[in-house]
C-alpha cells in the first residue's frame, strides 16, 4: 500500500529556508502525481505545489519565486525547498501522491493518499 513519510519541518526565523523531503514506497512512483499541501490551525488545507509524472508543475501563488518543488524518481523521494519563509508559512506540511493531480478528474479532486506530515513554524 502507498506509504509517504515527511521529514524535514523545522522551526525557523523569517528569512530562512528549509527543505521537507518525502519518502515513498508501495506503488510505481514514477506513475503518479506528487505534491504537497499545508494546513494551519484553524485552516482549511491548501494545496502548495505539486509535479506530475512527466515534471509539469504547479505553484501556489503566494509561493512562488520562495518555494521549488522537485521529484528523485530514482529514489522515490519529492522534496520542497523554501526559501524567504515568513510567518503565513507556518502549517503542517503534508506529502500526497494519486495517479491523478489535483484538480485533473474534477476541480476539487485531490490526493487520494497522505502522509503523516512535517510541522514548519517560522518565526
Known amino acids: 500500500h502507498v506509504q509517504l513519510v515527511e521529514s524535514g519541518g523545522a522551526s525557523v526565523q523569517a528569512g530562512g529556508s528549509l527543505r521537507l523531503s518525502c519518502a515513498a514506497s508501495?506503488?510505481?512512483?514514477?506513475?503518479?502525481?506528487m505534491g504537497w499541501a499545508r494546513q494551519a490551525p484553524g485552516k482549511e488545507r491548501e494545496r502548495v505545489a505539486f509535479m506530475d509524472k512527466r515534471g509539469s508543475t504547479f505553484c501556489l501563488d503566494s509561493v512562488k519565486g520562495r518555494f521549488t518543488i522537485s521529484r528523485d524518481n530514482a529514489k522515490n523521494v519529492l522534496s520542497l525547498q523554501m526559501n524567504d519563509l515568513n510567518p503565513d508559512d507556518t502549517a503542517m506540511y503534508f506529502c500526497?501522491?494519486?495517479?491523478?493531480?489535483?484538480?485533473?478528474?474534477?476541480?476539487?479532486?485531490?490526493?487520494?493518499?497522505w502522509g503523516q506530515g512535517t510541522q514548519v513554524t517560522v518565526s
Open positions: 508501495g506503488f510505481t512512483y514514477t506513475r503518479y502525481c
Open positions: 500526497g501522491a494519486d495517479f491523478f493531480c489535483p484538480g485533473v478528474l474534477e476541480p476539487e479532486s485531490d490526493f487520494s493518499s
